[in-house]
């Protein structure tokens, strides 16, 4: 008899699959795998008996190399797979937690490697280099994973563009209440509309801190001159003040915007290189090992 499926059902796991994140993909399916992979390389490094002592050059130690390097290639094949967007078994998603987990899973296999022997030697620099790369996935992994929200939090309904659009249109009306100032007052604003409001460098971009925002200074020493003026009906001063502390915080959020854009990105200034620099190193231990030793 036929077995129909209930296509309710279906579609409610299809739902639910798409909404899951790479880390939980298939219910965590990469992560079992790899975590069957370390567990069968941890027992094969304990059973088997390597005289004088586990290392490398036993057969274990090539086999678990060989593994080692398959995986290191393989994982750096995901660069070209985002240009490639498929659904199914292997859909971006899915092929990211696999490079996940699986590089993970390095960490076990190529310690094993090594037998735990360690030097100041190429074969210790494509360790270290690996780990390098490994941490630096998980530092990236844990930004996606908090600080997207932040993100969409900060935007508050706004694009960037939006944003920045409010920052040009605060600027052109800062530019025309400044007509009535004195000259000192005027070169105060002015100081503010031809300053880069983003620059400072990474360092500014990543901290989210810059010291010499001279809008924040204009404001600062309007209000100063202020405090011994009377009040005077319809004081352009006033309107200086609310324009400027509106452009501070529109400033305050894209600079945070930036700042969160950042930390998703930088991690990819590690990661990337030091991923051509273990290939090198790789390369290098192969060559050494079935060419010199």
Known sequence: ????????????????????????????????????????????????????????????????????????????????????????????????????????????????????????????????????????????????????????DNREMMTEAQMLEA?????????EAAQPLDQEQADLVQSSLEQNPFGGGLWARLSGRYRNCATRAAQAELRRGAAFRPKLADDPLERIDSLLERKGAILHRVRRHLRLKALLEVWLYVHVPVTFALIAALSAHIVSVFFYW
Request: with cysteine; aromatic share 10%.
């Open 1 to 152: 008899m036929l077995m129909v499926k209930n296509p309710a059902r279906a579609s409610r796991r299809q739902r639910a699959s798409s909404h899951d994140g790479f880390l939980q993909y298939k219910n965590f399916r990469w992560a079992k795998i790899a975590a069957v992979i370390c567990a069968v390389a941890i027992a094969a490094y304990l059973m088997i008996d390597v005289q004088p002592r586990p290392n490398g050059g036993s057969a274990e130690g090539y086999i678990l190399g060989t593994i080692g390097a398959l995986l290191i290639l393989w994982l750096t094949l995901l660069g070209v797979r985002k240009r490639a967007m498929t659904p199914g078994r292997w859909s971006l998603k899915a092929w990211t937690s696999a490079h996940v987990y699986l590089g993970l899973s390095l960490i076990v296999i190529a310690t094993l490697h090594t037998g735990f022997q360690f030097g100041w030697n190429v074969h210790t620099l494509a360790y270290a280099l690996m780990m390098l790369v490994i941490l630096s996935g998980i530092w990236g992994i844990s930004m996606y994973g908090a600080l997207p929200k932040a993100l969409s």
């Open 167 to 175: 920052l040009r249109s605060i600027d052109r009306q800062l530019h």
